[in-house]
């Protein structure tokens, strides 16, 4: 089954020493779980500074710089995983780097027809 591991972290928790070595542990997890069999796709964001966020109400477009909601915690990258089931994608999650620091949510995807086939 495929789960999404959203990782959301405040941005400031980090130094800039300490989001570098993140960046290479989650570099490392990747490859661990590409390995395993597990990996299909991750990436961090860019900072929540850079987000627009589009909405259409009334049949109208409407654009706002910056994220969806204000919170505490912003959503910082995801990975995209194959597991055997939701122990498994918790076995998962609790290895990827700021799961100290943040929060990793995990979603079961919903596969629905019709979309294209992977590339």
Partial sequence: MKYMLLVYLNE???TEDERQACYRDSAQLAQDLSKSGSYMSASPLQPVATATSVRLRNGKKVITDGPFAETREQLGGYYLIEA???DDAISIAT???VANV???EIR???EI???PEKV
């Fill in 95 to 97: 290895r990827v780097p």
């Fill in 12 to 14: 400031n928790a980090l």
């Fill in 108 to 110: 079961p995807v919903l």
């Fill in 113 to 115: 027809s019709g979309l």
């Fill in 84 to 86: 055997k089931d939701l």
């Fill in 102 to 104: 943040g929060t990793i």
